[in-house]
C-alpha cells in the first residue's frame, strides 16, 4: 500500500432496515465511525472501505435481504479485499454467528446492546484478519451515551427508552431489544436542547412503548411530564413521539398533548386487529372498545387531531368475521393513515408455532380489502383539509415527483404529507429560496388518499436555522449525553421553565 494510500482517511457506508429505532442508531453507528477517523462515503463510491448493514428482524423476508445483499458484495470484496463488511441490528443479534458461518466474507458481526463496540470490532478483524462476532446479551452503555451523525438538519429522533416489556406473540422485537431500560427526563431534556442549539425544529421522542416510560423508576405520569418539559425548550417548535402502546395511555397524556403548544397534534397507535379474540391471542392487553375509547378522548380534547395506526391481516386462527370487525373498527376509527401488514411468521416467537396458520390468498384477499377500506377513509378524511391554511415543515427526500412537478414537499403540524408549489422559480419574494428545513404555510387545493396538494403560491416563508445548515450542507453532530442507567425513585426535578413554547 503506497503512504498516500494509507494515509486517507477509510469511507464508510451504512445500509438500514427496519423501524425508527433502527434509523437512529444508524445515525449513532455514523457517529462512532467518524468519530474514530472514518468519512462517509460519497454517493458514486461504489467501493466503499466498510459496509455495515443494521438489520431487522420483524419481517419474515429480513434473512433473505440480508444474505441476498450480502452475496451481491462477495464479489466486490473478493476484488477489493481490504474492505470490510458488518452487521448489526436485530437479526445480527438473533442470528449470531450463523451470519458468519453462511457468508464467511462478513468481518464483524455486532448487537443491539453494542453497538459501540463496532469501531473497535473493526480495527481487530483487520488486525487479526479473521471474523469478530460479539453479542451481548443486555445493554452494555446506553445508546444516547454515543456520538451521532444526524440525517436531518430540522427533525431528530431523541429515544427515551430501549427495550420492551411487553410479550405479544407476533413479536421477536423484546428477545433482541431486552427489558425496557428508561432514561432519566433531564438527559433526554439535555440532547433535546442540544439538538435545538444545532437549528433542529422538530424532535420525535422515540421508544418501543413511550407511554410506559417511567416504570424504571416508579413513575406511571412521567411520560406526560415529560412532554410537558418539551414545551418549555425555547426554539423547539415541534414534539413528535412514536410508539405509545393502548393499555398504558393515560388520560395525563392527552392532557398534555393538548396543553402543550408545541405538542404536535398526531398520534401513531397501533391497533393490530379489531377483534377482541385476536387481540387475546395477540397477547396484546386491551381489547377493541378501550382502544376506541382512547381516540374519542383525543378527540374530544384535540378535534384536529390525525390519528395513524398499525394493523396486521391474517393472524393465525383469524376468522372472516374477526377481520369484519377490524374493518368495523377502522370506520369508527377514521384513520389519517394506517401501515398495513400482512402476518409474517417469525421464528421464535409463540405466533410461529400456532395452530390455524392461514392460507396466502385468504391473506391477500383480506389484505387488499383492508387497503380499500382504510384508503376510502383517508381520502374522506384528506378531503376535509381542501381550502385549509397549514404550516409545513420542509423536507427532503418525501417527494418522489418534486423535481418533475417543480413542487416542495413537507410535514404538516398534524403528520400529513403535504407537496405544495414554490411560486416563480422557488422564490417568496426577499425571503429568498425555500430550503428544507424552512416553515411555509400554505393552502390545500387537493387531496389524495396518502398525500394533500397546495398548487398557490406560498402565502408565507419562513428561513430557519435549520435551513441555513441544509443550504450549506451542514448534518448536526451530537456528542454523547452523559448518563446513567436509571436508579429506583422518583425522578430527578425539571430543570425550572425558562420559556413557554422513530413498533408497538
Partial sequence: MTTAAASSPRTYQVRTYGCQMNVHDSERISGLLEGAGYVRATEADDNPDVVVFNTCAVRENADNRLYGNLG?????????????????GCLAQKDRGEIVRKAPWVDVVFGTHNIGSLPVLLERARHNAAAEVEILES???????????????????VSISVGCNNTCTFCIVPSLRGKEKDRRPGDILSEVRALVDEGVLEVTLLGQNVNSYGVEFGDRLAFGKLLRACGDVEGLERVRFTSPHPKDFTDDVIAAMAETPNVCHSLHMPL????????????????????LGIIEKVRAAMPDAAITTDIIVGFPGETEADFARTLDVVREARFSSAFTFQYSKRPGTPAATMDGQLPKQVVQERYERLIAC?????????KKLVGETVEVLVAVGEGRKDERTGRMSGRARDGRLVHFATGANGQRGDAGLIRPGDVVHTTITYAAPHHLN???????????????????????RTPGVLLGLPTIGAPAAAPAPTTGCAAH
Wanted: glycine share 6%; charged share 30%.
Fill in 139 to 157: 445493554l452494555d452503555v446506553f445508546p444516547s451515551t454515543l456520538p451521532t451523525r444526524r440525517e436531518s438538519t430540522y427533525a431528530g429522533w
Fill in 272 to 291: 393490530q386487529s379489531g377483534s377482541d379474540d385476536v387481540l387475546r391471542a395477540m397477547r396484546r392487553s386491551y381489547r377493541a372498545d378501550r382502544y
Fill in 374 to 382: 382504510v384508503e376510502e377513509i383517508t381520502w374522506a378524511e384528506n
Fill in 72 to 88: 451481491h458484495l462477495r464479489p466486490v470484496k473478493a476484488r477489493h479485499p481490504e474492505m470490510q463488511i458488518a452487521v448489526g
Fill in 454 to 476: 397546495a398548487d398557490g403560491e406560498p402565502l408565507s416563508h419562513r428561513r430557519t436555522r435549520a435551513g441555513d445548515a441544509a443550504e450549506a450542507g451542514r448534518a448536526p
